[in-house]
């Protein structure tokens, strides 16, 4: 009984052996990075994003070609890149470039920023003293309930609008959208530079992009701490699968090697840097 007991423990050992001795023997011919084709300020298909230029900077490091494969984030996103094989063939790429910490679907690195939610509005519209969310929540009720404001559903801007009575306000959008040339910056790039909102809460990276995109009207960008009850900031890291233990020490020790590069990089792209302050107790 003992020996049965054991069986699994060893076929597990001999598995884990198996993954590391495979990742010892294969060379990496490339950087072959999971991306989404149409998601920036993060990655495109043309190379523009934040990840794209991290991805660059990782593979002059490792003297190594970057690759992509391309599939839409939203539609089971990690099955479909990095953990995707068919019988007899290799995975068609290695790394996420973007994860939270916490991750589950993938072996998290350390990681390398934090940002949070941003309040994103028009200057000249009555807001211009908004510093804060809590300068937002002391306005006016009748300037309050005049508001336009566009989040996208199931995101921590509806709970936040939900927990202050701002409901009514809020102009949902879908997160979960099945249009391929639907991005998520179209929020602020389209409809908020339009005048359709008035405001939007949006993922600081997607606030700071396309608020400096968008020339006229001039959008201020107001980072949100997070509070009891919402979350607003997050740790970003990436990921690789399971079993490659090497390989996720290779790519920590490039996070930290090329740390002022990356740095450089995402201010570069406007993303809100925030510290653990934004780290409020959430229960």
């Known amino acids: 009984m ?3 007991a054991l069986a ?3 076929a597990l050992a001999l598995l884990a052996g198996a993954a590391w001795a495979q990742e010892q023997s294969a060379p990496r011919q490339a950087l072959r990075v999971c991306q989404d084709p149409n998601n920036l300020p993060f990655s495109n298909v043309k190379g523009e994003g934040i990840e794209n230029r ?3 900077l990782f593979g002059k490091a490792l003297n190594l070609p970057v690759t992509y494969y391309s599939f839409p984030q939203r539609l089971a996103f990690i099955r479909n890149t990095l953990r995707y094989k068919l019988p007899g063939q290799d995975y068609p790429c290695d790394i996420v470039m973007g994860v939270p910490t916490g991750f589950d679907q993938v072996s998290v690195t350390k990681p390398y920023y934090r940002s949070t939610y941003a309040l994103v509005f028009p200057q000249g519209k009555g807001l211009d003293g908004v510093r804060s969310g809590e300068d937002f929540l002391k306005l006016e ?4 309930e005049k508001l336009r404001i566009g989040i996208y559903d199931r995101s921590p801007a509806s709970d ?3 927990k202050h009575g701002l409901v009514e306000r809020g102009v949902p959008y879908k997160i979960m959208n099945a249009d391929p040339d639907q991005y998520p910056g179209e929020i602020v790039e389209k409809d908020l530079a339009a005048g359709q909102i008035d405001a939007a809460i949006v993922w600081g990276p997607i606030a700071g992009y396309f608020a400096k ?3 006229s009207p001039v959008l201020r960008v107001v980072p949100l701490k997070s509070e009891p009850g919402v979350k607003f900031d997050y740790q970003m890291a990436m990921g690789v699968r399971y079993g490659e233990r090497e390989w996720k020490q290779q790519i920590e020790g490039l996070i930290e090697s090329r740390g002022p590069e990356i740095q450089a ?4 792209f406007g993303v809100p840097l925030v510290d653990e302050s934004f780290a409020a107790k959430t229960n």
């Open 213 to 215: 995109r968008v020339t």
């Open 141 to 144: 009720r009748a300037t309050l």
């Open 54 to 56: 991290i991805a660059e």
């Open 2 to 4: 003992k020996q049965l």
């Open 265 to 268: 990089i995402l201010r570069e």
């Open 8 to 10: 699994p423990v060893v």
């Open 160 to 162: 936040w609008l939900a």
